[in-house]
């Protein structure tokens, strides 16, 4: 059974930083590499968004969205089967639960924002 677990989450002021971990297991090693890992984020009474998603190659071909661009950033490590992201400058409008999902594509590259498998999330806390 595949599962994600999140861990990092917090409350800090705003400008502070906060790195999340997700922790992937139930994948083989060579089937962890076939699986991009994204994250995303829903505030409270907002629509799920989609913050960065990297791949298994060297690179990582990592993706942004717009609003964290410079501030955040991904990183993963496959023998490991965990991906980081690394969030500085952070902004109250940064404030939601943050997820870890894998599927096949990016897909929020494409406007959608669904995912083969899901975290239980962890809730990240920015005050003014």
């Known amino acids: 059974e595949v599962q994600l677990v999140e861990s990092g989450g917090g409350s800090v002021q705003a400008g502070g930083s906060l790195r999340l971990t997700c922790v992937a297991s139930?994948?083989?090693?060579?089937?962890?590499?076939?699986?991009?890992i994204a994250w995303f984020r829903q505030a409270p009474g907002k629509e799920r968004e989609g913050v960065s998603c990297?791949?298994?190659?060297?690179?990582?071909?990592?993706y942004y969205v717009e609003s964290v661009k410079d501030r955040f950033t991904v990183s993963r490590d496959n023998a490991k089967k965990r991906v980081y992201l690394q969030m500085n400058s952070l902004k109250p409008a940064d404030t939601a639960v943050y997820y870890c999902?894998?599927?096949?594509?990016?897909?929020?590259?494409?406007?959608?924002?669904?995912?083969?498998?899901w975290g239980q999330g962890t809730q990240v806390t920015v005050s003014s």
């Open positions: 999902a894998a599927d096949r594509r990016c897909l929020m590259k494409y406007g959608d924002y669904g995912a083969e498998y």
């Open positions: 139930g994948f083989t090693l060579e089937n962890f590499d076939d699986y991009v």
């Open positions: 990297i791949d298994s190659s060297d690179d990582g071909s990592p």
